[in-house]
């Protein structure tokens, strides 16, 4: 069974961090890369961050580049978000997705979803 676990979402202050975890398990790591995207009240979902292992490509979305790192822990098919200097804008729920591709804001196909993680910066 596929699963994409997102966990470690909750409540901080503006200026300060958070770090969001993505466990995959059910397909191969190396298949795919692992997107991370945000969905706030009334807004369309968008796309924050990828990684891809297997092409070794990285991107980030201009709102957080510079505040927020991917990576991965590769032993443990997981992918972290680590979120610092978080604004009040930053809140929403955070999924990780497999994807097609992590090559400049392009993700491809979208194969699997985690349920989210909601996380709130307050002001």
């Known amino acids: 069974e596929v699963q994409l676990v997102e966990s470690g979402g909750g409540l901080v202050q503006a200026g300060g961090s958070l770090r969001v975890s993505c466990a995959a398990s059910?397909?191969?790591?190396?298949?795919?890369?692992i997107g991370w995207f945000r969905q706030a009240p009334g807004k369309e979902r968008e796309g924050v961050s990828c990684?891809?292992?297997?092409?070794?490509?990285?991107y980030y979305a201009d709102s957080v580049k510079g505040r927020f790192t991917i990576s991965s822990d590769n032993a443990k098919n997981t992918v972290f978000l680590q979120m610092n200097s978080l604004k009040p804008e930053d809140t929403a729920v955070y999924y990780c997705?497999?994807?097609?591709?992590?090559?400049?804001?392009?993700?491809?196909?979208?194969?699997?979803w985690g349920q989210g993680t909601q996380v709130t910066v307050s002001s």
């Open positions: 997705a497999a994807t097609d591709l992590c090559y400049a804001s392009s993700f491809g196909l979208i194969h699997y």
């Open positions: 059910g397909f191969t790591f190396d298949d795919y890369a």
């Open positions: 990684f891809s292992r297997r092409h070794g490509s990285t």
